[in-house]
């Protein structure tokens, strides 16, 4: 099981912070979380709920992460393990993470896939998503796995869309041009974009693309 104590800084000040894995211990804070990542209008039947969590602590605990700062839960990051080709990108989020539930878990799958990541509007100044990421890179080396990847929604993308296609505009992130909340992060945290996904989330400001982004185990050729 993955147990990381260290220390963030607020402004100057250090401040602990552990990464463990989450248990059903848990379970009330993390869904708490998600109604403050993720308030109204949006429908709270699609935050976590306790048969998701359950199986995520049962069926693989190793990516079920939380994180907390000062003994408070901050947030969580929950992946599975699915065999992925990279010659074939097409899926949606609900198809490769079972709505989830997590239930096509393959254990003997090459990678390691992001089902969702999420903290505390509060915390959010600490760096603590990245942190997380980290610590599921040492997961995805130490199940001696090829690659960490999910989809990255594309916020800022219905800014500019009469104007970019979707191509376009992930180019213009990565170069540098423009700047979305969701994939500029993730480049931050190490992961590179290898393809766009079409309908991959029903999401407006997307216009329901991800772009597939991908860390590689630097321990496998």
């Given at each position: 099981?993955?147990?990381?104590?260290f220390y963030?800084?607020?402004q100057?000040?250090?401040?602990?912070?552990?990464?463990?894995?989450?248990?059903?211990?848990?379970?009330?804070?993390?869904?708490?979380?998600?109604?403050e990542?993720?308030?109204?209008?949006?429908?709270?039947?699609l935050?976590?709920?306790?048969?998701?969590?359950?199986?995520h602590?049962?069926?693989?605990?190793?990516?079920?992460?939380c994180?907390?700062?000062?003994?408070?839960?901050?947030g969580?990051?929950?992946?599975?393990?699915?065999?992925?080709?990279?010659?074939?990108?097409?899926?949606?989020?609900?198809?490769?993470?079972?709505?989830?539930?997590?239930g096509?878990?393959?254990?003997?799958?090459?990678?390691?896939y992001?089902?969702?990541?999420?903290?505390r509007?509060k915390?959010?100044k600490?760096?603590?998503g990245?942190l997380m990421m980290?610590?599921?890179?040492h997961?995805v080396?130490?199940?001696?796995?090829?690659?960490?990847?999910?989809?990255?929604?594309?916020p800022?993308?219905?800014?500019?869309?009469?104007?970019m296609?979707?191509?376009?505009?992930?180019?213009?992130?990565?170069?540098?041009?423009?700047?979305?909340?969701?994939?500029?992060?993730?480049l931050?945290?190490?992961?590179?974009?290898i393809?766009?996904?079409?309908?991959?989330?029903?999401?407006?400001?997307s216009?329901?693309?991800?772009?597939?982004?991908?860390?590689k185990?630097?321990?496998?050729?």
């Open positions: 099981m993955y147990r990381s104590e963030v800084f607020d100057n000040k250090p401040v602990p912070v552990c990464i463990r894995n989450y248990t059903k211990n848990d379970f009330k804070e993390l869904i708490k979380i998600q109604s990542c993720f308030p109204p209008p949006f429908p709270s039947e935050w976590w709920n306790e048969e998701q969590l359950t199986n602590v049962t069926l693989f605990p190793e990516g079920a992460l994180i907390e700062v000062n003994g408070e839960l901050a969580s990051l929950t992946g599975l393990c699915a065999q992925f080709d990279p010659q074939h990108l097409d899926h949606t989020w609900e198809e490769i993470t079972d709505n989830g539930y997590i096509n878990h393959n254990p003997n799958g090459n990678t390691l992001i089902v969702d990541i999420s903290v509007p915390y959010r600490l760096g603590l990245k980290q610590a599921m890179y997961v080396i130490h199940k001696g796995l090829v690659r960490l990847l999910g989809g990255g929604r594309m800022g993308y219905h800014k500019v869309a009469e104007t296609s979707p191509e376009e505009y992930l180019d213009a992130v990565v170069k540098g041009e423009t700047r979305d909340p969701v994939i500029s992060f993730l931050r945290c190490g992961r590179v974009p393809g766009l996904v079409k309908d991959y989330l029903d999401d407006e400001e216009h329901n693309y991800a772009a597939l982004m991908e860390w185990n630097p321990f496998i050729k």
